[in-house]
């Protein structure tokens, strides 16, 4: 069967449902609204509650059930919500995540939330993103990935960043990101190869002439869409019109492949995208991220920093993260992970001026971008999951209450409670692609009293 009889043969209803991202993307740019960005940054090993916190503030605590002398005694148990402004006397960051004090207005610090159903251990796998058991793999689709679908671009999700040794890694690895069922994400662990994969038809290679075979399908499934279109009744065919406009859509969006200035690009510098230090490397990785988002080439990146059992000898470490994780009360354990927490905020605080410094609207490229950084190992190195801490960089153009703000919900089964798979159904009501819930519910929660139907409303305007 051709393309043409295909689509005349198919219900409106069996296309609408794929394309409505598209139709929403394509209606706002005729009404000058700007894309959205995200961007995720994983760090491996668990994210410390308590450098997610003001400096100096204090909690009311439970017992971990885990138990062990290498897992954290102690984790979340505020009675009440705890909702308080950052920037004052009594709201300055810690030190873990101090790079980012300038962007305090921007910064929201998130604790509380809970993620038992990905099931913790040494890493929560694809469940980090996708709010599943981890040990099930790539089972449904990450929230990085149906994000990047609200937002079309040329590139749908960017994957970069490394797990393993720079000296001895892999081109590529997966295991965090998924655009469905067994979809696996790719994550490109060598910068030189992103480089050239992300901008070598760009800056060395001939994207008109590829740019303009793909406009002509596209030109000529609008077409056949607007044909069939006067054959269908009033609303139907509205919507089928609608549609036809957004394939125009994301033909004129692929032409900015062959308009992406070079000069704008910078250029793939062997000492520095091909080092082997881990913070050069990660360095190379979020310049890579911050061009892709500022060429348009894509809208969602997701950077996976050091995720997996990796020495940072560049930050004058000795050991891995492993073992890092095991010495959970030594002191020098801990002044190792307050060194790896600068390093990765840092880089989000860069990001951060990079878009600053681009106008858009009546503001900048950052006004309408969301950064999340969390860990793939939720709160400790043997997650439990029961909370999992989050630095919020951004409020996506004022869809988001978010900026200058700590956030502590009630402990696990309390009222008030809410889990990362709430969190992140909210993002996506923020994104105009909103849905009864994403990623699965905890059971437990639920014989607490607790459904989960609605999404966390904390942050939603």
Known sequence: MDRRTLLKSLPLGMVAPYLVPL?????????????????????????????????????????????????????????????????????????????????????????GLSGRVAGGGHGCGYGALGAFPAVAGPKDITIDAALAKTSPSIRQLVGLGFMHNPATSPPMFQGFSAFGPNQKVSYIQDPILAHKVLFGKIVGGDPKAEVGSQSLVLDELANDIRELQPHLPGEEGRKLERLADAFSSIRQRQARLSEIDPSKIPAMRKEFHGSTSETIRMEAHAELAATALLTGLTNTVTLCSGVGYVTWKSLGLTIDTHEIGHRANDTDAQGMRVKIRQFNAGLIAKLVETLEAVPEGKGTMMDNTLIVYLSESAETHHCVCMEWPMVLVGNLGGRLKAGGRFINLPKYGAKGHATVAQFYTALLHAAGAPVNHFGMKDRFLIEAGLDQREPWGGLLA
Not at 24 to 32: K, P
Not at 48 to 63: A, D, L, N, Q, S
């Open 23 to 111: 139709v929403a993307r394509a209606e706002a740019e005729a009404q000058g609204k700007k894309p959205m960005r995200f961007v995720f940054l994983l760090e491996g090993n668990g994210l410390w509650p308590e450098h997610v916190m003001p400096k100096g503030f204090k909690r009311k605590e439970m017992k971990n059930p885990r138990g062990g002398d290498h897992h954290f005694e102690n984790i979340n148990g505020a009675d009440e919500l705890i909702d308080m402004p950052l920037g004052g006397p009594d709201g300055q960051l810690c030190e873990a995540v101090a790079p980012l004090k300038k962007h305090i207005k921007r910064v929201t610090l998130l604790t």
